[in-house]
């Protein structure tokens, strides 16, 4: 949705590597033991769409 243009890929908001690659330096990485944890997820940047556009998930 276009609410988020503002944020898209600018500081103090959210970066997404597939509209500009340049995106790619402002990777977050971390690491966390095993043992910490219970689930992951891996989600493209399209995942929001369930909820922002169709409505069917919260």
């Known amino acids: ?5 503002a944020y898209r ?3 103090g ?3 997404v590597a ?3 690659p340049a995106a790619a330096r402002e990777v977050l990485t ?7 944890v219970a689930s992951v997820s ?5 995942a929001t769409r369930l909820v ?3 409505g069917l998930r919260t």
């Open 1 to 5: 949705m276009e609410k988020f243009a």
């Open 9 to 11: 890929n600018h500081p």
């Open 13 to 15: 908001g959210f970066w």
């Open 18 to 20: 597939s509209t500009k």
């Open 30 to 36: 971390g690491t966390v033991p095993l043992e910490e």
């Open 42 to 46: 891996v989600m493209t940047d399209g």
């Open 52 to 54: 922002d556009l169709f």
